[in-house]
Every structure is written in structure tokens, then in C-alpha cells.
């Protein structure tokens, strides 16, 4: 009888750790990185660094497509659309890559907008008063909206909404830098 109980009591010291460790095994949590460039059009009559009348304006720029690759992830992963269970934007970088002598001066917010096919467009990242002499503006992430359905998506669109109150230079190159973070439940 002794036997039979040592037997199940070192049975219980090997097994009962390795049950532990099947949740973290079960669940997928990882980031993808992504980066789009787009230029700012053209401004009628462009004289940079012109400064607007004391309100600015807005400015709207063109929707950027981004191809998300969630089905070769999903893949990776050995997961499926239905096992996700939330995927958030983590942050979210705008870069000014050329001129080289310009910054975000001109700005003084910026709301990044997410869309999909059939999905509605969606707040995701803002900054407001932005601050001067910055050639990188990381923009604060509205991490509680849950993007599963745009990510599954192959192709998601970026747009940013601005305010400005000058005239940024012609043909200025930004780069748009993101993290997605998606969590899968594999045991789910």
C-alpha cells in the first residue's frame, strides 16, 4: 500500500507542474510590425512654412492601404480567425523621412483612422498639441478597441486626420510605423 501511495504522490509532483504549464502554452500573444510610407500632397500655391490664419485647418490625407498578411500569421501560429480573441493597435509612429530639415512644427494634432472592407472606420491613435521640434511624433493607442475583424481582414486602411498651422513642405515623406498585438486562445 505504501508503494501505491509513493508511486502516486511522485506521479503528482511530475504531472501537476506540467498541467500548470499547458495554459501559457495554449495562448498565442504576439506583435506584428508594420511600416507604410506616404507623402502629404501637394498644397495649392505651396509656400512651406507659411503660417495659416490663427484656427489652421484640416486636412484629410488619402486612406493607405496595408496588406496585414494575418493569414500567413494565423498559419505561423497554427492558430485560426475563430481561436483569436482580441487584437489591439500597440503603437503607433509617424516619422518624417524626408525633407531632412523638416519636423511636425506645422502640426498641431493628428487622429489615426483604421477601416476595412465591410468594417467601419474606427479611431485607433491620436496626438494633440503636438509638441515642436519633434521629426517623430509617437501617437497615443486606444488600446481597448479590439481589431480582430479589421486584422483578419488581407487588407486594412490607414488614414490620418490633421490639423495644421502652417504649410508643410512639399512632397514631405513620412513613414508610419505600427505594432498589432494579437492574443489567440488556442485551448478556446
Do not use: W
Not at 486636412?59 to 500569421?73: D, G, H
Not at 521629426?135 to 486626420?161: C, E, G, H, P, W
Amino acid at each position: 500500500m505504501r508503494k501505491i501511495a509513493a508511486s502516486v504522490i511522485v506521479a503528482m509532483v511530475f504531472i501537476l507542474p506540467s498541467c500548470i504549464k499547458v495554459n501559457p502554452l495554449g495562448n498565442i500573444n504576439v506583435k506584428f510590425p508594420y511600416s507604410q510610407q506616404v507623402t502629404i500632397p501637394e498644397v495649392a500655391g505651396d509656400t512651406f512654412g507659411t503660417a495659416l490664419p490663427i484656427a489652421g485647418i484640416a486636412i484629410s490625407l488619402p486612406a493607405v492601404p496595408m496588406v496585414t498578411n494575418s493569414q500567413q500569421y494565423i498559419t505561423q501560429y497554427n492558430t485560426s480567425a475563430s481561436k483569436i480573441t482580441s487584437v489591439d493597435l500597440d503603437s503607433f509612429a509617424l516619422q518624417i523621412l524626408s525633407p531632412g530639415n523638416q519636423n511636425f512644427d506645422f502640426l498641431d494634432s493628428v487622429q489615426l483612422y483604421i477601416s476595412a472592407p465591410s468594417q467601419p472606420e474606427v479611431l485607433v491613435a491620436y496626438a494633440y498639441n503636438v509638441p515642436k521640434g519633434q521629426a517623430t511624433l509617437n501617437l497615443t493607442t486606444m488600446t481597448n478597441v479590439n481589431l480582430k475583424s479589421y486584422f483578419i481582414q488581407d487588407t486594412v486602411y490607414l488614414r490620418l486626420n490633421t490639423h495644421v498651422n502652417a504649410v508643410p513642405a512639399t512632397g514631405t515623406q513620412l513613414n508610419m510605423y505600427s505594432v498589432f498585438h494579437m492574443l489567440a486562445d488556442l485551448l478556446g
